[in-house]
């Protein structure tokens, strides 16, 4: 540290003074530089390239054209499991469609549009809750039915990188900013008495989405995605049968895998251009 301070001092008088010998002062200016990197203590703003890109999955030019979709249901076959219910009648489906277009702006990098469409049905048809003669509990409901559809539009950014030389299986993470509207209806039998309650919802997310993708044909790629979280800001308005209304907002930051939200999609990647 010393001596690069002293040559720092000092190198004005050494130039001069090659100069007026006239000795080479490029040489001069030469070894003081190379000392100077050599012994570099400050932090540099030299982009490290780990070369995670080096294999190519999509190019620069391509338009993607591609749908995600994911399918659920909920039945109550298993419920001799839990062993507080008993005579549940429960039969449901949850179905989730997300279109999307991207374009490739420069090699393995996607900006696109999602657009998407979530249904929810759920019918409870009875249900009867049993603690026991000691806990003096028994509760029974009936005629329990709800249904959501919603809609949902998003801008997202995807970067892939291949994981073999051939460009064949690929690793993505994408970063999604999306809106959602949707209306559920809720509706159930208060003793002979029918009741509902219409809701309204209004939802946006900053959403974080890794996956796996593989080439099946030259153009045509199959994907495997899962949700890990992000930030969500919702706002639901609720009306009754007797038109009282109610709303309440909430926001939230979470990351954790959620098993509700893995998707098998299916891309055609157009105007290939030549893999080398």
């Keep these: 540290m010393k001596k690069f301070l002293l040559l720092t001092l000092l190198a004005p008088a050494v130039l001069s003074a090659a100069a007026g010998t006239g000795a080479d002062a490029s040489l001069v200016v030469r070894r ?84 998407g469409y979530r249904h929810m049905g759920v019918g409870l048809g009875s249900l009867e809750v049993d603690l026991g003669s000691q806990n003096d509990l028994d509760i029974a409901l009936d005629n329990m039915d709800y249904t959501g559809n919603a809609y949902s539009f998003g801008l997202f950014h995807r970067s892939y990188t291949g994981i073999d030389p051939k460009g064949s299986f690929g690793l993505f993470a994408e970063l999604e900013l999306s809106g959602m509207i949707g209306r559920s209806d809720f509706s159930y039998l208060s003793g002979d008495t029918p009741k509902s309650t219409h809701s309204k919802s209004f939802k946006m997310n900053i959403s974080f989405n890794p ?39 909430a926001s939230k930051m979470r990351f954790r895998l959620n098993l509700a939200n893995i998707n098998v999609g299916m891309t055609v990647h157009l105007w290939n251009k030549k893999r080398e």
């Design 211 to 249: 996956g796996v993708a593989v080439y099946i044909f030259p153009n045509v790629c199959g994907t495997l995605s899962f949700g890990l979280g992000g930030f969500q800001y919702s706002k639901i308005d609720q009306t009754d049968q007797d038109g009282k209304t109610g709303s309440r907002t």
């Design 32 to 115: 003081d530089t190379a000392f100077v990197e050599k012994h570099r203590f400050l932090p540099t703003a030299k982009r490290i390239d780990r070369r995670i890109d080096r294999n190519k999955f999509a190019y620069k030019g391509e338009v993607a054209v591609g749908i995600t979709a994911s399918y659920g249901t909920i039945s109550s076959d298993d419920t001799d499991m839990m062993l507080i219910l008993d005579h549940i009648n429960l039969d449901g489906t949850m179905a989730q469609v997300n279109p999307f277009v991207g374009y490739f702006y420069r090699d393995n990098s996607m900006v696109g549009l999602r657009l």
